[in-house]
């Protein structure tokens, strides 16, 4: 699409030509490569004009002066100042203001006759095995004569079995000092150690360790560059394997220079097509079917760059999911060439519809990624025998035999691609020549990709929103590689985003692996470009990564082969049939070994139409299968209800394909079942053979799903650590918390134990406390009746209380009480000897009252001694109590102090006896609590010494 101009501009005087092509007619009557170069070629431009460019570094003098000779040599410019090519000036020169607005290249229109509504080299027009290609048609003049043997010798060696990308920088000369030095013995570049240590210079990288590759490049001259970086990729493409060549780099750094070259320094593309019909020329044993076509990716839109511009516009090329990962790209023109004539005509016409313009950075900058694609078609010559099969064949169609079932073999894309007009385009790898007599067919697609540069924004808004799309798609190639790169390195499967962008969807099945791949990383060496130069040096290192694994697409002719195993089969049968039809009269005649011979060679019979019964079906199989994967089940997909009609329809379509291949499928199940069961009057060893296939088949599927279950097993290994590991984890927490509690439980049962044996201890000690009370009581003693006193008023110690009966059971307990409550009432001590479990034989009972109506009293007023033992009897046993749970003190003592007491008794038994010594008394009077009044330390105070 033209821009159109804006009305400032308009009013401008139109001081600039438009770089474009030169027209046809200056073209057409030239058909050496020198005039296709000089035709793809960039307007040269010169020193006056670039000088004030950013990144425009000055061109060697070598470089300037065969630009200059190629500019004198193109279409001569006339000298008018309306002609006169401006300078583009930067942006500091007052920008977007003084420089008129360069129009992207138009697109056709200039020369009506480049762009034919339709082309009689368009394949959907041609008979394809009209147009055939082999050494016999090659001309001479349009081979390369770089090829000899030697090369080609060593070529064939390698092709197809390089694994890895291979990757190539291309230094673009200059006149100022270069920031890289590159070394071209061992293949690497660093940057200047100088320049990376002046952050005013550099790209704020300090490093400056070498990057290594496969070729490291320098200089003007074009031929080096193809045969290092292109040449084996050319010849695998001849071979059968789909190859690709790309220039990648920042804008102005020399890919379309790489890609496409000049009139004196042709460049990758012309080159190869110099090598393609070099080596049809030495392979007199193949013939050659040639398409090409030419698009070009500009702001996410795919142009036909071979298409009448009218269709080309309202049906811009749509990328579709092939089988096998394909892509189909329609609708896309594929022409027919035959010789290089034709090549350099439709190159000249893609060329002239790309879109160039002049940036701040290019006079001629590509504004769009272009794809020149070739697609090989071949198969061994025939040798005549199968001339009258040519007639069978249809020139746009398949062969009409019909196969076993007869069924229609579907072509190899699946399916056929409506194109523009209704006419039906076959999708790239759709092979139109066929495979016929035996001869296989080999299909490979060469593509030649100068991609546009990346670059900064410019002062132009159309420029600018160009450069934001190359930018983004550069960027999502860079993602893609890196991924890839990524998943090669580490075994990964991570999720590739090739639908981010048009580039990289196209490239996908090339990056995926299929193809051999050859980029050229233009750098400009420039200081000013070091940023820009590293990231390119990047990009290069990370593509190297990428993992290759280029197939050879080959089509057998199964058709052919299966009409030979037919013939072969009902030969055999009849053969059988004879043999059969005379045994009961031969075998009369055949000794006992020579009816098992004969068994053996019927059988052998057998066995033969056995097998190629199978290998017609396995033939249809793998024809199945080359041909799209369609007989294959596959689990329904997801429909993108995003898509284009048009793709939905092919989406159908394809769907449609596929049920009719497994409807075959199925039928070619059903026959192969059929030929399996044993026939009833089968032998032994055929039985034993069968037997040993199927243990075999057995073994296999074996081998298969031990293998299945071990890749399923690694991440369920995986899964099973993580738990084991958390459980163990929680185990030994449990195992220290049980043995925390063990050590508890432990020094529980000690302490219970300890207390066991208190009780034992004390109880002992109660029984003999008993057994001493009784021991007293039973002297009869009036202990409590304080006779010494007459039977009243208050004891002192001068008069001290008489024993009484039972009076010593009272004493111990208020010597007991009084003892407790000085350790505490919670102790064990007081509630052994609590009030409420002594509650017949209180303290009080020392001053009850005599005329109690107490039965049990012995009308002294107190208790009778056997009536406080009983009581004292009854108490539950220490070792039937409930055991307390608070652990007392180990001071406890519930010793007697049983002199004392002695002492205390009989003192009291003599009322005259001598007065018990202070301490004593004291102590006894506490210890008995003498009621409230006698107990108070007043009361005491008065009855001591001082009454004595
Ligand atoms: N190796 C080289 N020797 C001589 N001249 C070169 C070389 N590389 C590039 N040039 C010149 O530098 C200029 C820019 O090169 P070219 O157009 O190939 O860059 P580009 O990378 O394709 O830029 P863009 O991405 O903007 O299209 C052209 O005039 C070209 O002739």
Same mark, same amino acid.
């Given at each position: ?5 804006? /009305? ?14 030169? =027209? ?153 000092? =270069? ?14 150690? +100088? ?57 102005? =750094? $020399? ?71 394909? !892509?189909?790209? /329609? ?56 001339? @009258? ?232 199989? !793998? ?18 209800? @995003? ?51 199927? /243990? ?74 008993? /057994?001493?009370? =009784? ?9 409590? $009746? ?132 202070? +301490? ?10 003498? $009621? ?17």
């Amino acid at each position: 699409m033209i821009p159109s101009t804006p /009305a400032s501009s308009r009013l401008r005087t139109p001081l600039f030509t438009p770089k474009r092509m030169p =027209s046809t007619s200056s073209l057409s009557s030239t058909s050496s490569l020198e005039s296709l170069s000089r035709a793809n070629s960039k307007a040269p431009s010169t020193p006056l004009l670039t000088a004030n460019k950013k990144y425009k570094a000055p061109l060697s003098t070598e470089a300037r002066s065969k630009n200059l000779k190629s500019k004198s040599m193109l279409a001569p410019v006339p000298a008018s100042p309306l002609n006169l090519k401006p300078g583009s000036p930067t942006k500091s020169n007052g920008g977007n203001s003084s420089r008129p607005r360069t129009p992207v290249t138009p697109r056709r229109g200039e020369s009506p006759s480049l762009f034919p509504a339709t082309s009689e080299w368009d394949v959907s027009n041609v008979d394809p095995e009209s147009v055939l290609v082999d050494f016999q048609t090659v001309e001479a003049g349009d081979v390369s004569a770089e090829i000899d043997e030697a090369w080609l010798k060593s070529a064939q060696k390698d092709l197809g079995k390089d694994d890895k990308v291979m990757v190539s920088v291309r230094i673009r000369p200059s006149d100022s000092t =270069s920031a890289w030095i590159p070394n071209q013995t061992d293949n690497t570049i660093k940057l200047d150690a +100088n320049l990376a240590k002046n952050p005013g210079v550099g790209s704020g990288t300090s490093s400056t360790s070498p990057f290594t590759f496969d070729a490291i490049l320098t200089g003007t001259p074009n031929k080096p560059i193809y045969t290092t970086v292109a040449r084996s990729h050319v010849h695998a493409a001849m071979d059968g394997y789909n190859a690709v060549v790309f220039a990648y780099g920042q804008t102005a =750094s $020399g890919k379309t220079f790489t890609l496409t070259g000049s009139q004196d320094e042709p460049g990758i593309i012309p080159r190869a097509m110099k090598d393609v019909f070099a080596c049809i020329k030495r392979t007199p044993s193949r013939e050659y079917l040639l398409r090409c076509s030419y698009l070009e990716i500009y702001n996410e839109n795919i142009h036909d760059l071979l298409a009448p511009p009218s269709s080309a516009a309202a049906n811009p090329v749509q990328i579709q999911g092939g089988v096998n990962g394909d !892509v189909i790209l /329609a609708p896309l023109r594929e022409e027919v060439v035959t010789s290089l004539k034709g090549v350099k005509e439709v190159l000249k016409r893609g060329d002239g519809n790309r879109r160039t313009a002049c940036t701040d950075w290019n006079d001629r900058s590509s504004r769009s990624h272009s794809v020149f694609r070739l697609v090989i078609e071949s198969r061994e010559r025939s040798g005549g025998d199968d001339d @009258d099969d040519d007639e069978m064949q249809s020139f746009s169609g398949r062969s009409t035999t019909p196969a076993m079932n007869g069924r229609q073999t579907p072509g190899m894309g699946g399916r056929q691609t409506p194109g523009m007009n209704g006419r039906q385009t076959p999708g790239p790898g759709g092979p139109r020549l066929q495979a016929r007599g035996g001869r296989s067919v080999t299909t490979s697609v060469l593509s030649l990709i100068d991609l546009a540069g990346s670059e900064k924004a410019t002062s132009d808004k159309e420029r600018t929103r160009e450069g934001k799309y190359i930018n983004t798609s550069l960027l999502t190639l860079g993602t893609v590689i890196g991924t890839l790169a990524d998943n090669a390195g580490k075994k990964k499967a991570d999720h590739v985003p090739f639908r981010n962008s048009k580039l990289t969807r196209m490239l996908q099945p090339s990056l995926s692996g299929n193809a051999r791949i050859s980029v050229v990383c233009t750098i400009n060496p420039d200081t000013s470009a070091i940023g820009e130069s590293m990231s390119t040096l990047l990009f290069a290192k990370r593509i190297k990564n990428v993992k290759l694994n280029a197939q050879k697409k080959e089509v057998v002719d199964t058709d052919a082969l299966i009409e030979r195993y037919r013939k072969e089969i009902e030969d055999l049968k009849s053969r059988l049939a004879e043999r059969e039809a005379d045994a009961p009269v031969r075998n009369r005649r055949l000794s006992a070994r020579e009816k098992i011979d004969e068994s053996k060679a019927m059988q052998d019979l057998n066995g033969r139409i056995q097998q190629l019964t199978k290998l017609i079906l396995t033939s249809q199989s !793998v024809e199945d299968v080359k041909e799209g994967d369609l007989s294959r089940p596959s689990s329904p997909q997801k429909v993108n209800f @995003d898509m284009s009609p048009y793709e939905l329809q092919q989406e159908l379509l394809a769907a449609r394909t596929q049920l009719e291949s497994q409807a075959t499928q199925i039928l070619s199940l059903e026959a192969a079942l059929s030929t399996r069961p044993l026939p009833a009057d089968a032998s032994d060893n055929e039985k034993d053979r069968m037997i040993a296939e199927q /243990a075999k088949t057995i073994r296999e599927l074996e081998i298969v799903v031990n293998g299945y279950e071990e890749n399923l097993g690694e991440p369920l290994r995986a899964v099973r650590e993580d738990v084991e590991k958390e459980w163990s984890g929680r185990l030994e927490e449990e195992i220290k918390k049980r043995e925390a509690k063990e050590r508890w439980a432990d020094e529980v049962v000690k302490e219970l134990e300890k207390e066991k044996r208190l009780r034992v201890k004390m109880e002992g000690e109660r029984q003999a406390l008993a /057994a001493f009370v =009784s021991k007293f009581d039973s002297l009869g003693l009036n202990l409590g $009746g304080m006779a010494g006193n007459g039977g009243a008023g208050v004891p002192s110690k001068l008069q001290p209380p008489l024993p009484s009966q039972g009076g010593a059971a009272a004493a111990y307990a208020a010597k007991q009480q009084a003892r407790l409550s000085a350790i505490g009432n919670s102790s064990f001590a007081s509630y052994i000897l609590s009030p409420r479990r002594t509650d017949n034989m209180v303290l009080g009972d020392l001053n009850q009252d005599p005329s109690s109506t107490n039965p049990a009293s012995n009308g002294t007023g107190y208790q009778a001694s056997p009536m406080r033992l009983d009581s004292l009897k009854s108490q539950p046993s220490l070792m039937e109590q409930v055991m307390p749970e608070e652990e007392f003190g180990s001071e406890m003592s519930f010793e007697l102090d049983e002199l004392e007491v002695e002492h205390q008794l009989l003192a009291r038994s003599v009322a005259e006896l001598p007065v018990p010594s202070l +301490n004593t008394a004291n102590r006894w009077k506490v210890a008995n609590g003498f $009621g409230a009044g006698v107990a108070g330390g007043k009361e005491n105070k008065e009855n001591e010494p001082t009454q004595a």
